[in-house]
């Protein structure tokens, strides 16, 4: 959710940013004199500020009411049947979920094996498979409303950029290891994350090809780059020729690598690179790349700090 309230350029509401404030301060934190701006802006009054402050316990007091309850319940209730059609698709069963991978990774990834919850596996291999390996046109009727528009093979691209960027060796291996699964050369992979590190704000009546300025996004949003992401994010619209779809399939692309950021580095334990992994990682393909099998595949206790979790420089 923060990764896609930051691609977004979303403002918390003004009560909550001045709860976070107040927090934030004890510890040193200083507010952003750019978001401090668009505050005043946003509430350039005293009235401004007391009516928004009025509409949340407005909002709070009709929340705990009996009919916010029940709406909220009967919600819950239409989530929790729309993910079960879902997840239909994917095995239920330990080994079927490992198979799963098998076939659309080529590997059972060792964060998948870590976890034990059985729906926690379904639902990352569901997502795995809709955010990153499957091509619009590769999804049946019954789900034609998820079909977007960027092709598998730029989706893992992006996927490889992000994790590259953010030094999270483990999973830039794995999107590595699906690209040339998928027939993704390394030299495509390599333009476009050069491509990715040379971010340049773009005039609204000029063009750049969509795949290059997602590229730049998904760099920046790996390096925690908010004063440059905040310049180009808003652009996508106007670069994807005003596709709310793409927008959309995009964030929701990056906020699962941003999840799977987490993921892997709150287990960082004793992760390897596994055995077909490895084996991409030490051929001509890999090594292309960059990648190594001596370099630490992800952050080790020693290196692990609180913003390994999000990323950044």
Known sequence: ?????????????????????????????????AVRQLSETTYPNQQAKTASIESLNCFNSIFSSINGFL??????????????ILLERIPSDSNGINSFFVKHLGFVPFYIQKISSIPVRRTLAYNLHL?????????????????????????????????????????AAHMATTAKLKNVTYSEIQEQFETGTRFIPVPLDSKRPLLDHLAMVSYLTARRDRRNLFKLAPQIFEVSGNSPEVCLEFVA????????????????????????????????????????VGKQPIY????????TLWGGK
């Not at 999804?139 to 992006?158: F, M, T, V, W």
């Not at 992760?271 to 190594?292: I, P, W």
């Open 1 to 33: 959710m923060s990764c896609m309230t930051d691609t977004l350029g979303a403002e918390l509401e003004y009560p909550s940013a001045e709860h976070a404030s107040r927090v934030l301060v004890k510890a040193g934190w200083k507010p952003d004199h």
């Open 71 to 84: 709406e909220l319940f009967k919600n819950i209730s239409i989530a929790s049947a729309a993910t079960k």
């Open 131 to 171: 955010l990153i390996l499957t091509n619009p046109e590769d999804l049946p009727e019954s789900e034609a409303h998820n079909r977007g528009s960027i092709r598998a093979k730029d989706r893992i691209i992006l996927a490889y950029i992000y994790f590259a960027s953010a030094q999270n060796w483990y999973m």
């Open 253 to 292: 692309l990056l906020s699962f690598c941003s999840l799977l950021q987490r993921l892997t580095t709150a287990l960082c334990g004793n992760f390897v690179y596994e055995k077909e992994v490895e084996e991409l990682v030490s051929s001509h393909y890999g090594k292309s790349l960059g990648l190594e």
């Open 300 to 307: 080790s206790n020693e290196l692990f700090t609180e913003t």
